[in-house]
């Protein structure tokens, strides 16, 4: 999980910044993004994709990685979803996350600086930059970027339940589990559901 921090150290960025996100699938809620810089390598809890450890696992993880990083979180809500797609969306969530680090770190320090995405998008960076798929199963600072986004946007849905108690979204966050469709089909979509999202409901 460390070989992309390593070889980037080796060509002088000692500042790697691991970005990921989290709710491009759900039909509800907002996409949330994180973008970290560990500060050490060493961990208490198990780093890895975050949809790879149970949800009591990301939550230890969340905590620390908070306390070993220099991070920000950016979220997109559902209506500009609607308005620009999933993965404009995405990706804005993801350069918002990126720009609120940047501006935690020394203007002098910039030159350092790597960031490592996961996935296959372009951006528009003033700094060197590199796509991985499936990099949150590859870099511990995407891995760690992972978690932070997934119990960030956990924790919105879980507010949003207390809102629309009806729909579940304490249970499956906005993702389309057959439970949710049939509650989707009976009582339709609420205020946070991605309009362009409900074609499922077609089928």
């Given at each position: 999980?460390?070989?992309?921090?390593?070889?980037?150290?080796?060509?002088?960025?000692?500042?790697?910044?691991?970005?990921?996100?989290?709710?491009?699938?759900?039909?509800?809620?907002?996409?949330?993004?994180?973008?970290?810089?560990?500060?050490?390598?060493?961990?208490?809890?198990?780093?890895?994709?975050?949809?790879?450890?149970?949800?009591?696992?990301?939550?230890?993880?969340?905590?620390?990685?908070?306390?070993?990083?220099?991070?920000?979180?950016?979220?997109?809500?559902?209506?500009?979803?609607?308005?620009?797609?999933?993965l404009q969306a995405t990706k804005l969530a993801m350069q918002k996350?990126?720009?609120?680090?940047?501006?935690?770190?020394?203007?002098?320090?910039?030159?350092?600086?790597?960031?490592?995405?996961?996935?296959?998008?372009?951006?528009?960076?003033?700094?060197?930059?590199?796509?991985?798929?499936?990099?949150?199963?590859?870099?511990?600072?995407?891995?760690?970027?992972?978690?932070?986004?997934?119990?960030?946007?956990?924790?919105?849905?879980?507010?949003?339940?207390?809102?629309?108690?009806?729909?579940?979204?304490?249970?499956?966050?906005?993702?389309?589990?057959?439970?949710?469709?049939?509650?989707?089909?009976?009582?339709?979509?609420?205020?946070?559901?991605?309009?362009?999202?409900?074609?499922?409901?077609?089928t």
């Amino acid at each position: 999980m460390l070989r992309y921090e390593r070889k980037l150290k080796k060509q002088g960025f000692d500042l790697i910044i691991g970005v990921d996100e989290a709710g491009r699938g759900p039909l509800a809620g907002p996409v949330v993004a994180a973008a970290v810089l560990l500060k050490s390598f060493q961990f208490d809890n198990r780093i890895d994709d975050s949809k790879k450890l149970s949800a009591s696992r990301r939550r230890r993880a969340f905590f620390e990685i908070k306390n070993k990083s220099l991070y920000a979180i950016a979220a997109v809500d559902h209506q500009r979803i609607d308005r620009i797609n999933i993965l404009q969306a995405t990706k804005l969530a993801m350069q918002k996350a990126i720009s609120g680090l940047l501006k935690k770190i020394k203007p002098e320090e910039l030159g350092r600086i790597f960031v490592i995405i996961d996935g296959n998008m372009r951006f528009e960076l003033d700094i060197p930059y590199q796509s991985i798929i499936g990099g949150d199963g590859k870099s511990l600072s995407i891995a760690a970027s992972s978690i932070l986004a997934k119990v960030n946007r956990d924790s919105l849905m879980e507010k949003f339940h207390k809102v629309y108690p009806e729909y579940g979204f304490n249970q499956h966050k906005g993702y389309p589990t057959l439970k949710h469709r049939m509650i989707l089909r009976k009582i339709g979509p609420s205020a946070i559901h991605r309009k362009s999202f409900l074609r499922c409901l077609e089928t």
